[in-house]
């Protein structure tokens, strides 16, 4: 079976880098024509998409947040990176990593989810 598991600090101080990891099982990352997400949802706010990162390491980010967006992933531990610079508390948010199976992101797209790792942003 397919398993996201995000971890990373759950507090970051404003204007850090936030920082997490998805390990992802059961799939590998460079499987051809899947697709590996971020996605957000503050308190009280919806869900927001972050970025995407392709079966061959294409980025696509969110035009709100592409400025401060880094995904990456470490194929030999078959694992996803974000980084969001610059954090201020408006990026307090449960983090989740997702997997799709279109390189649109659309909710019918994104069949397996992580259940999130809350980041809080605070002084």
């Known amino acids: 079976q397919v398993q996201l598991q995000e971890s990373g600090p759950g507090l970051v101080k404003p204007s850090q880098t936030l920082s997490l990891t998805c390990t992802v099982s059961g799939d590998s990352i460079t499987t051809d024509y899947y697709y590996w997400s971020w996605i957000r949802q503050p308190p009280g706010k919806g869900l927001e998409w972050m970025g995407t990162?392709?079966?061959?390491?294409?980025?696509y980010y969110s035009p709100a947040l592409k400025s401060r967006t880094s995904i990456s992933r470490d194929t030999s531990n078959n694992q996803l990176t974000l980084q969001l610079s610059s954090v201020t508390p408006e990026d307090t948010a449960v983090y989740y990593c997702v997997r799709q199976i279109s390189h649109r992101p659309y909710m019918g797209a994104m069949d397996y989810w992580g259940k999130g790792t809350l980041v809080t942003v605070s002084s």
């Open positions: 990162i392709h079966d061959l390491g294409y980025t």
